[in-house]
C-alpha cells in the first residue's frame, strides 16, 4: 500500500498525453524563493510555464529529453513534446510504467522490454537549484543514457523564437553556462548548438523555440546513475551531489509532516502548503499560486493559518505578520489597487484577521503588543476615503464605491454596494481589535463602539426574506449604466455570507443557521463552493479565460470549503465528509495540491491555477481542526 503522502499512477494515465489522463495532470516542486519545476506526469509540456527550472520570473532549461541505447544498439527516446503541426513526436510517454510523488518528489519509471530506467528530481530548498537523477533500475547489461538539453531564457508566459537573439553559451567544467543565467553540470557533456522549432503547448496555445545546448553521455548498469544538475546564480559554486540533494529534501519532508503531527492525506496537503511558503530579503512571504501568480496579500493572509498554524511554523508566521504590517501601514497613500480585484479591498481586514487567530492560537501577547496600534492606523488609513472603501457614519458599515478613473465597460456583477463579505470582515476586524488593545491593556472604547453599531446594523440590514443574507445591500438600481439613481438590495444566493458565520467574531454568530443550510443545498460541490446558486440569473458553470468578475457567476472556488466547514460547526451542522472529493482530488489535476476554481456543473473540472495556496491552506486547516 503507498504511503498517506505518496501518489501512484500506472500506464493506463501516465502514458497518456490526453487532458483526461497523464497530460492534464500537473506536477509541481519549488525551491523555497519563488523559482519552480512544473511539467506533466506524462512528461508533455502543455504550458509554456513547464520547466524543469523557471528563477527570477524567467524560464530557463525546459526540458531534459532521455534517450536510452539498448545493448542491441536500438535508441529508444523516452521524451515526449507536441508540434505546431499537432505531431506528438517522440512518444516516449508510452514506456512510462508508474509515476510516483513520494514525499513532494516526482518520479518517473520507464520500462523498455527487459531495461527499466527511473528518473526522480528535487530542488533544493532556499537555493535555485534542480538536482535530476537517472537510474538504471535493470538492464541485461550496460545501457547508454543521453540526455539533451533544451533551453531557453524568457520571462514566464512568453514565448521565444529562433529568428531572435541567440542565445550564448559559455563552455564550463562538465557543461555550460546558458546566456550568462544558469549552468548545466553532469557526465559527459557534449554540445550541440541548434534550435527546435514549433514546440507547442496546448494550454496556452502557444508555439515556442527550444535551443539544444547539448547532452550529458553516461554509459550504466542496475544500480547506476547520471545526475545533472541545474541552478541560478553562484554559477561558480557546484551545489551537493544531486543523490545528497535528493535525500535531504526528502528529510526535509518528513521533518514538516512530523512537526504538522498531519495524518492521512494531510501529509500530502502539509507537503503542498509549503511549495507556497518562500523566503525573500524581507522575511517570509507566500506564492498565492502555480505557476505564474504573485504574492497577494488577501491570499496570504487567507491561506495563513492553515499554511503557518497548522503545520508548525509559528516562528516564521510570526516573522511574516510583523513584515506584512510594516509593509502595509508603510504604503504611500494614493491611488487604491484596481477595484475589480477584492483582494486589495479585503487585505488590511484579512490581515488584522490572521494576526488575531495567532495570538488567540499561540498566546503571543507581545506580538499583540508589537501589531495593535499599527493595524489600528492601517484601517484608518484605508477608510479615509480616498480608496474605494468607506465608512458610512450612519450605519458603521463599508461601502464599496467606483473611484474616478474605472473602466467604463463594467462588469455584469459589480460588488457596488455595502458587499456582505467585507462586511462580516469588518466586524470581525473590529472585535479582533478589541480583543488586541485588551490583551496589552490599551484604551479599545473606540473599536468597542465601533463594533456595536457595526454589529447591530449588519444584523438588521442583511437577513432577507429568502431566508439567507442579501450579497450586497445599498447596490445600484440597475447594472447598466452603474450611476444615480435609487438603490436595491441583492438577494443572490452566493456564498460570500458565509464568512457572517464563519469568523470568530462574526456578525452572525448565534444567530439561526438556516441560510448556512440553503447555502450548502445550492452551492456545495464535492471541490468547493459554486459563487452563485445554478438558479439564478447569469450562472455560469465555467469561468472565462482570463479572471473577471465572471469567475464569481458559478465557478466552484476551493478555498470556501473553510468558511462553510466553520459556519457549520458555528450552526451546530455535520462537518464531516466535506473533504471527501477534496482528498480524492489531491491526484486529479494538480497532483498533490490543490487548484483555486473549477466548473460548476459536474464533473467539475479543474480550472484557472492547479496549484493555489489559500486552497491547500484551507483543506488543511479544516482537517487539521475538524477531522483529526
Not at 521565444?160 to 537573439?165: D, E
Not at 504611500?332 to 479585503?346: F, K, M, N, T, Y
Not at 473590529?430 to 484604551?443: I, K, Q, S, V, Y
Not at 471541490?527 to 473577471?548: H, M, V
Amino acid at each position: 500500500m503507498p504511503r498517506n503522502d505518496q501518489i501512484i499512477f500506472g500506464p493506463q494515465v501516465c502514458g497518456s498525453v490526453s487532458a483526461e489522463a497523464g497530460g492534464g495532470r500537473e506536477w509541481l516542486v519549488t525551491d523555497g524563493l519563488g523559482g519552480y519545476a512544473a511539467g506533466t506526469i506524462s512528461g508533455l509540456r502543455t504550458r509554456r510555464r513547464h520547466a524543469l527550472l523557471v528563477t527570477s520570473g524567467h524560464v530557463a532549461l525546459t526540458s531534459l529529453d532521455l534517450t536510452v541505447t539498448l545493448p542491441s544498439g536500438v535508441k529508444i527516446p523516452l521524451y515526449t513534446h507536441e508540434w505546431a503541426s499537432g505531431a506528438i513526436d517522440p512518444a516516449g510517454h508510452t514506456h512510462l510504467e508508474v509515476f510516483r510523488l513520494v514525499d513532494g518528489l516526482p518520479r518517473w519509471r520507464w520500462r523498455i522490454g527487459d531495461v527499466v530506467v527511473e528518473r526522480e528530481l528535487a530542488m533544493r530548498h532556499g537555493h535555485p537549484s534542480l538536482a535530476v537523477a537517472h537510474r538504471v533500475v535493470s538492464a541485461p547489461g550496460p545501457i547508454g543514457l543521453a540526455v539533451a538539453a533544451m533551453c531557453t531564457w524568457r520571462t514566464e508566459g512568453t514565448s521565444r523564437r529562433a529568428s531572435g537573439p541567440a542565445l550564448s553559451v559559455e563552455p564550463v567544467a562538465d557543461g555550460v553556462i546558458v546566456d550568462g543565467a544558469y549552468r548545466l553540470h553532469g557526465p559527459g557533456w557534449q554540445p550541440a548548438g541548434f534550435w527546435h522549432v514549433g514546440v507547442h503547448t496546448r494550454e496556452d496555445g502557444a508555439d515556442d523555440d527550444l535551443w539544444h545546448a547539448g547532452s550529458f553521455f553516461q554509459q550504466a548498469g542496475p544500480g547506476q546513475t547520471l545526475g545533472i544538475s541545474v541552478w541560478a546564480g553562484g554559477l561558480g559554486e557546484t551545489p551537493p551531489p544531486v543523490p545528497a540533494v535528493i535525500a535531504a529534501e526528502r528529510e526535509r519532508a518528513h521533518r514538516l509532516v512530523t512537526l504538522s503531527k498531519a495524518e492521512g492525506y494531510g501529509e500530502a496537503l502539509v507537503l503542498a502548503a509549503d511549495r507556497f511558503v518562500i523566503r525573500t530579503p524581507d522575511g517570509p512571504d507566500v506564492v498565492a499560486g502555480y505557476p505564474g501568480q504573485g504574492r497577494w496579500a488577501g491570499d496570504t493572509m487567507i491561506a495563513y493559518e492553515g499554511l503557518f498554524l497548522d503545520t508548525g511554523r509559528v516562528d516564521e508566521g510570526r516573522e511574516l505578520l510583523i513584515s506584512r504590517t510594516r509593509a502595509a501601514v508603510g504604503e504611500p497613500s494614493g491611488p487604491a489597487a484596481p477595484w475589480l480585484r477584492h483582494d486589495p479591498l479585503d487585505a488590511p481586514l484579512w490581515l488584522v484577521h490572521a494576526v488575531d487567530r495567532h495570538v488567540s492560537r499561540t498566546g503571543d501577547g507581545a506580538l499583540a503588543a508589537k501589531l495593535a496600534i499599527p493595524l489600528g492606523r492601517l484601517l484608518r488609513h484605508r477608510l479615509d476615503g480616498s480608496g474605494p472603501l468607506s465608512l458610512d457614519p450612519a450605519d458603521g458599515l463599508l461601502r464599496l464605491t467606483i473611484p474616478p478613473g474605472a473602466p467604463g465597460d463594467l462588469p455584469a456583477v459589480p460588488r457596488v454596494g455595502k458587499p456582505v463579505e467585507i462586511n462580516a470582515l469588518w466586524v470581525n476586524a473590529l472585535a479582533a481589535m478589541c480583543e488586541l488593545l485588551g490583551e496589552t491593556g490599551r484604551d479599545d472604547a473606540e473599536p468597542r463602539a465601533r463594533l456595536r453599531l457595526a454589529r447591530e446594523s449588519f444584523q438588521a440590514r442583511f437577513p432577507a426574506p429568502e431566508g439567507w443574507l442579501y450579497d450586497v445591500v445599498e447596490g445600484p438600481a440597475t447594472t447598466y449604466p452603474l450611476g444615480a439613481g435609487a438603490y436595491h438590495d441583492d438577494p443572490s444566493l452566493r456564498p460570500y455570507q458565509l464568512l457572517a458565520w464563519s469568523l470568530p467574531y462574526a456578525p452572525m454568530r448565534g444567530r439561526p443557521g438556516g441560510a448556512v443550510q440553503a447555502v450548502g443545498e445550492a452551492l456545495l460541490t464535492p471541490l468547493g463552493l459554486r459563487t452563485l446558486a445554478p438558479s439564478e440569473y447569469g450562472y455560469q458553470s465555467r469561468p472565462p479565460a482570463e479572471p473577471d468578475p465572471a469567475y464569481h457567476q458559478g465557478a466552484v472556488w476551493t478555498w470556501l470549503i473553510g468558511p462553510y466547514a466553520d459556519a457549520c460547526a458555528a450552526t451546530g451542522q455535520p462537518v464531516e465528509g466535506l473533504l471527501t472529493g477534496l482528498a480524492a482530488h489531491l491526484g486529479e489535476t494538480g497532483v498533490g495540491s490543490l487548484g483555486d476554481t473549477a466548473e460548476g456543473d459536474s464533473p467539475h473540472r479543474a480550472t484557472g491555477c492547479l496549484f493555489s495556496a489559500r486552497s491547500v491552506a484551507e483543506v488543511l486547516r479544516v482537517k487539521q481542526r475538524y477531522l483529526t
